[in-house]
Each structure stands twice: as C-alpha cells, then as structure tokens.
C-alpha cells in the first residue's frame, strides 16, 4: 500500500489550496484517513479526520477554515485550506490505518508530505 500526497504550494495569507492523498494497492477498506503537519522545529500534529463513517475531527487551530472529505471508491482524501495564514505553513502528510487483506488487522500508513507555504 502507497499513499501519494499532492496540491500543496505557494499561497498568500487569505488565499486556498486544496491536498489530496490517494491510497493505491492492495486495499478493502480505509478506517479512518487524515493530515498531520509539522514545522520547522515543530512536533507533527493532526490537523484533521475523517472515519469511515464520516465523522470528522479538526483541530482548534483550522475549524471553520480548513475541510476534510474523503472519496471511498477512489480512495483518496482531500483537505479543502480556505483563508490559510503564515502559522500554517508546514509540510502535510497523509495518513491512513488501513486493515490489511490477510488478517485485517489495521496498518498505519504515511503519504510523503507536501509543503504548504503561506506568504504574509
């Protein structure tokens, strides 16, 4: 299983990007998807999730701003970044628990992390 992370960039304070993250191989199901973020000098920290029941989580940090949704037959999760500012500037990953085929016990898996940058 691979997660391919995408869409992060180059933005002004008050501007929008939206990640997306696709899990490709051997896959029944995802449990619950989400994006971590960290910056320089920063723990990794959940930004937010999604289960498979659509139940979401976001930090305090990015409500009202940010949006998570999830695409079950393309097995891909965005998150939707309105009026970003500096401090949120870090790299995001991507992160699935998926239950593996065999046994279905579930494995945490991370995309490669895309760098969003927000310009003052």
């Known amino acids: 299983v691979q997660l391919q992370a995408s869409g992060g960039g180059l933005v002004q304070s008050g501007g929008s990007l939206r990640l997306s993250c696709t899990a490709s191989g051997s896959i029944f199901s995802i449990n619950v998807t989400g994006w971590y973020r960290q910056a320089p000098g920063n723990k990794r920290e959940l930004v937010a999730h999604?289960?498979?029941?659509?139940?979401?989580y976001y930090t305090d940090s990015v409500k009202g701003r940010f949006t998570i949704s999830r695409d079950n037959a393309e097995n891909t999760v965005y998150l939707q970044m309105n009026n970003l500012k500096p401090e949120d500037t870090a790299v995001y990953y991507c992160?699935?628990?998926?239950?593996?085929?065999?046994?279905?016990?579930?494995?945490?898996?991370w995309g490669q992390g895309t760098l969003v940058t927000v310009s003052s």
């Open positions: 999604i289960t498979s029941g659509g139940n979401t």
């Open positions: 992160n699935a628990e998926i239950p593996t085929i065999a046994t279905m016990d579930p494995l945490d898996y």
